[in-house]
């Protein structure tokens, strides 16, 4: 019982390894970073709260730009913490579920002699999932499989909209989406598989700053998946790695100066998960994601994050 406590609470691990994917000056595939609060358990409720603290390490050029840049000493410095909170529930006591994930973003940003900080509520999604492939019973090679339909809400500033000459007041994408995805997940003794699928549709808006005239952005397509594994020691620890690229499609940017299509951006995830079961209800979770070991890498920040999560459940 314990081991397959651990495991179905070691799922949340595949989404809390990148809780921190959006750099500050250049945030990349936003679209498909943003997983739903989602119920892989035999829980009624499963409430989350993730904590993270982020650093930039360099930066990756567009297409045919060449290689990553690393930052140094010289360099400006990025920082990004973010309080999550996320809550889950069945809404029929069975295979239908509903969640909804907040993220509170705090930024700091030290370049050039100057220093910049701010704190704001990031970008808001919603879920609705619906688990299409019960474990009614064991089976060796049958996966438990959930689909969902997401949608996250415009609430964090865009590096668009900006009125601070160091962008820290920058939350999220800050741009409507909705996206569909599915998570399949499964256990074999001590050893367990993971993986999931999202595709994303980021829709176009017109922003205006202070700092700058008003730009129009266009549509764009975001799509992620990933591959996790982990063993169970004992009956409380489990470890973890998964690995997750993360895309988003080019898009048309125009002002009143200019009109240009941005660069496609490409970054992989590497994520390596500690996961504690406290105790029947409860868990705390490890993780450690980094975006500079795999590549290639497009358009984007590079971004290191370690994270705590700790996670409640409501039994049925």
């Keep these: ?29 936003a679209g498909s970073s943003s997983l739903p609060a989602l119920i892989t358990g035999d829980e009624a409720q499963s409430m989350t709260l993730g904590v993270s603290y982020g650093s930039t390490l360099g930066d990756a050029p567009g297409v045919g730009g060449g290689v990553p840049v690393f930052r140094d000493e010289l360099s400006a410095k990025e920082s990004r913490e973010i309080l999550t909170l996320s809550y889950a529930r069945l809404i029929d006591r069975d295979r239908l579920q509903a969640g909804v994930s907040a993220p509170f973003v705090f930024n700091s940003v030290q370049n050039a ?19 299409t492939m019960p474990e009614w019973e064991y089976s060796v090679w049958k996966p438990r499989v959930f689909t969902f339909l997401q949608a996250t809400v415009a609430s964090a500033r865009s590096i668009y909209e900006s009125e601070n000459l160091l962008a820290s007041d920058v939350g999220g994408l800050g ?7 599915m998570v399949a997940t499964k256990r074999a003794s001590n050893w367990d598989a993971s993986t999931f699928a999202k595709v994303a549709r980021i829709y176009g808006r017109v922003f205006e700053s202070s700092l700058s005239s008003k730009v129009k952005v266009g549509s764009s397509w975001g799509l992620s998946a990933s591959l996790g594994g982990g063993y169970s020691f004992a009956d409380r620890v489990r470890l973890g790695l998964s690995v997750t690229p993360e895309y988003q499609t080019s898009n048309e940017v125009s002002s009143d100066a200019s009109v240009r299509l941005t660069s496609p951006k490409l970054v992989w995830n590497s994520g390596l998960t500690l996961t504690y079961l406290a105790g029947l209800n409860d868990s705390v979770i490890l993780s450690l994601n980094d975006q500079s070991l795999l590549g290639p890498a497009i358009n984007t920040a590079l971004i290191r994050t370690a994270a705590v999560a700790f996670t409640h459940r409501i039994e049925r």
């Design 1 to 29: 019982m314990k081991h397959r406590l651990l495991f179905l609470t070691a799922i949340l691990s595949i989404f809390d390894s990148g809780i921190c994917k959006i750099a500050i000056a250049a945030p990349c595939c």
């Design 175 to 181: 741009q409507f989406q909705t996206a569909m995805g």
């Design 113 to 131: 002699g100057k220093n910049a900080s701010s704190g704001r509520l990031g970008d808001v999604s919603f879920n609705l999932a619906y688990e």
